[in-house]
């Protein structure tokens, strides 16, 4: 098995730490969240073998070795808030429905509140955006620094599509 299904780049502390993640969310939700993240997002945009290499390098406690101070900078400067603002996106949904045998339900606690649907739309598109700037700065890190990522370039046939070159997608409608 791959390490970057088993390993996470970001943990929950540091994703209640810089978004607005309530310290009080279940941690089962936010693993999830990081793990649709990393295993989906991350690993379209950055390819499996970097995104396998970060993983390896952090599962062994090897990230802080001075020969792997490039990959240190890279998840520590670039991926972590890529990561952090796309568990923001991707918890809201498990957040707002549970699927339970009954079918799928909106939980609504009787001290609080909860957003409409279009109230959490307009949260994951604000997270997405944010996720969208992290993955551009990513992309644009590692095409200035093409020579200390070689896994970048060295994609394997099973990565997802994806052109180095090009910049993640953004939410700009143009018509």
Same mark, same amino acid.
């Given at each position: 098995m791959r390490k970057?299904?088993?390993?996470?780049?970001?943990?929950?502390?540091?994703? /209640?730490? &810089?978004t607005i993640v309530n310290t009080n969310v279940e941690a089962h939700y936010i693993k999830s969240a990081i793990y649709e993240t990393q295993v989906v997002d991350?690993?379209?945009?950055i390819g499996t073998?970097?995104?396998?290499?970060l993983c390896t390098l952090k599962g062994n406690n090897e990230i802080d070795l001075p020969e792997n101070s490039n990959y240190k900078e890279l998840l520590e400067d670039y991926i972590e808030d890529y990561l952090c603002f796309g568990v923001v996106k991707n918890i809201q949904l498990?957040?707002?429905? /549970?699927? &339970?045998?009954?079918?799928?339900?909106?939980?609504?606690?009787?001290?609080?509140n909860n957003l409409s649907l279009k109230e959490v739309q307009y949260i994951i598109q604000n997270a997405e955006d944010?996720?969208?700037?992290?993955?551009?700065?990513i992309t644009?890190?590692?095409?200035?620094?093409?020579?200390?990522?070689?896994?970048?370039?060295?994609?394997?046939?099973e990565d997802l599509p994806h052109n180095p070159y090009q910049a993640v997608s953004n939410s700009i409608y143009l018509g």
């Open positions: 970057f299904k088993e390993v996470f780049l970001v943990d929950e502390q540091t994703v /209640k730490q &810089r991350l690993q379209q945009l073998n970097l995104l396998d290499k498990l957040l707002f429905a /549970k699927i &339970r045998n009954a079918g799928v339900t909106n939980y609504a606690d009787a001290t609080e944010k996720v969208n700037f992290f993955g551009n700065r644009q890190y590692l095409s200035t620094n093409a020579s200390k990522f070689k896994e970048y370039y060295n994609r394997k046939t």
